[in-house]
């Protein structure tokens, strides 16, 4: 049985056996320094194109690292498509949101401003970051995407209509979730989640006269805007979404080598 | 209509209409220097034994406050009865987990050492402040318990029959989630995760072993333990837990002057 890789990383570049890829400068200094690998150590790699592979450290220096793909370990495969939107918070919740969020599968962030958004700025990159790790850490074989922040009426304006749009509502008029969501056909979904000073009473009104909205409640208690997310996203996986696929995927992933 | 309380306080003391309480240092500070109030005006209290109040700030002081409870808005009731037994992990994560699980309305938190665990120790007070301002946030009438670390074998040798244990299990061998739980009877829950490390093999037959457990996957991702206990708690309220409750709770906040 081939060792088991001691990091699994996202890369930009292809990959297919023999054909040395070159990791970016934080990612050497992680297996060297953090994990202390050396050449003929094994790594996990995938790239949201090619499936994931084991490959083979082949030189290692500080600051740079070559790796060989040896063998296919996941063929590519479609994952979860659920987008999440959502009015940016403060920086630690932002951060905490997305790293749980990804792991949870969320295929696009859609920030948007709303009536009652006070943080208006998001750097795009940090999110990028958080949720590549979090993907590598979750055995993803995608990344999510990150979407530009736009107000709400726009997005709402543009939205695709088969995609249903559950509104995480706490004015305590929506039917609990789990009721709420064996009513809907299946189809693509996405989870909207209001700002900390929650929706203004004019939005709710607007977004529950669109017919691909259904909104949900999420519990007696009042939830934060970060905590409302990463409830809604997994109670949506559980009860229509992709976790009815956890023997499939995990099963072909244990008879795998690497895993 | 009276003036909404512009905070929610819990306090050790007794409610009763007219009769003063004497806040803390730290909760006369975010009254007069955060949130810039003053005699006059309104804060909500509950101290999980006389339901809820609106009361009137009638001294305040550098550091000391009293308030005289003149109204109360919400009768003492059960809340969810749920615990978390999970193992320490690292403080931001172990902080992020606690205030989350509080607002998903967990009553108990079981700190338990397991083979893999790597982080023994806690700070109990850090954790129940957390879960204190997380309750006042969330509006329960109650705190959850802050239990003493125990390892995982004597938590379960100990366990009380009745009370389901509700195993999010990574191997991929248990049933999703959501049919699990369709399965179950009613009655008293726990939900159980393992550290980062997940559990060991000798951990996961003897679990299963047990008649309470109940193992559950929760999708084909790997999550953080963190991210599993969040998640898990959320679809164990949304399938027979207490969502269902939203409406009855919700209207009747609604309909209270505080709200």
Same mark, same amino acid.
């Given at each position: 049985?081939?060792?088991?890789?001691?990091?699994?990383?996202?890369?930009?570049? /292809?990959?297919?056996?023999?054909?040395?890829?070159?990791? &970016?400068? =934080?990612?050497?200094?992680?297996?060297?320094?953090?994990?202390?690998? =050396?050449?003929?150590?094994?790594?996990?790699?995938?790239?949201?194109?090619?499936?994931?592979?084991?490959?083979?450290?082949?030189?290692?220096?500080?600051?740079?690292?070559?790796?060989?793909?040896?063998?296919?370990?996941?063929?590519?495969?479609?994952?979860?498509?659920?987008?999440?939107?959502?009015? +940016?918070?403060?920086?630690?919740?932002?951060?905490?949101?997305?790293?749980?969020?990804?792991?949870?599968?969320?295929?696009?962030?859609?920030?948007?401003?709303?009536?009652?958004?006070?943080?208006?700025?998001?750097?795009?990159?940090?999110?990028?970051?958080?949720?590549?790790?979090?993907?590598?850490?979750?055995?993803?074989?995608?990344? +999510?995407? @990150? $979407?530009?922040?736009?107000?709400?009426?726009?997005?709402?304006?543009?939205?695709?209509?088969?995609?249903?749009?559950?509104?995480?509502?706490?004015? =305590?008029?929506?039917?609990?979730?789990?009721?709420?969501?064996?009513?809907?056909?299946?189809?693509?979904?996405?989870?909207?989640?209001?700002?900390?000073?929650?929706?203004?009473? &004019?939005?709710?009104?607007?977004?529950?006269?669109?017919?691909?909205?259904?909104?949900?409640?999420? /519990? +007696?208690?009042?939830?934060?805007?970060?905590?409302?997310? @990463?409830?809604?996203?997994?109670?949506?996986?559980?009860?229509? =979404?992709?976790?009815?696929?956890?023997?499939?995927?995990?099963?072909? /992933? $244990?008879?795998?080598? @690497?895993?």
């Amino acid at each position: 049985m081939p060792q088991k890789p001691a990091a699994r990383l996202f890369v930009e570049t /292809g990959l297919a056996a023999g054909a040395a890829v070159a990791l &970016s400068p =934080g990612q050497a200094h992680q297996l060297r320094a953090v994990l202390r690998l =050396g050449p003929g150590d094994a790594v996990a790699l995938f790239n949201a194109r090619d499936g994931e592979w084991v490959a083979r450290i082949e030189t290692m220096a500080r600051g740079a690292c070559t790796v060989v793909p040896e063998q296919q370990t996941h063929a590519q495969e479609d994952e979860s498509d659920l987008w999440l939107v959502f009015a +940016p918070i403060k920086r630690a919740r932002l951060d905490f949101m997305v790293e749980k969020a990804t792991e949870l599968g969320v295929s696009a962030f859609c920030p948007v401003i709303t009536a009652h958004t006070n943080v208006e700025r998001l750097n795009p990159d940090r999110l990028a970051a958080i949720a590549r790790e979090a993907a590598e850490q979750s055995e993803r074989l995608t990344l +999510p995407e @990150i $979407r530009a922040v736009a107000p709400l009426s726009r997005l709402v304006a543009d939205w695709p209509a088969e995609r249903r749009l559950i509104l995480c509502d706490e004015s =305590g008029t929506a039917p609990p979730a789990a009721a709420a969501l064996a009513e809907l056909p299946p189809g693509p979904r996405a989870v909207l989640v209001g700002p900390e000073g929650g929706f203004a009473e &004019s939005e709710l009104d607007a977004l529950r006269k669109l017919p691909f909205v259904c909104p949900v409640g999420l /519990g +007696p208690r009042v939830l934060r805007s970060d905590t409302a997310a @990463i409830a809604g996203l997994a109670v949506v996986q559980s009860l229509g =979404g992709d976790w009815d696929a956890v023997r499939r995927r995990r099963l072909q /992933g $244990r008879a795998a080598p @690497i895993r």
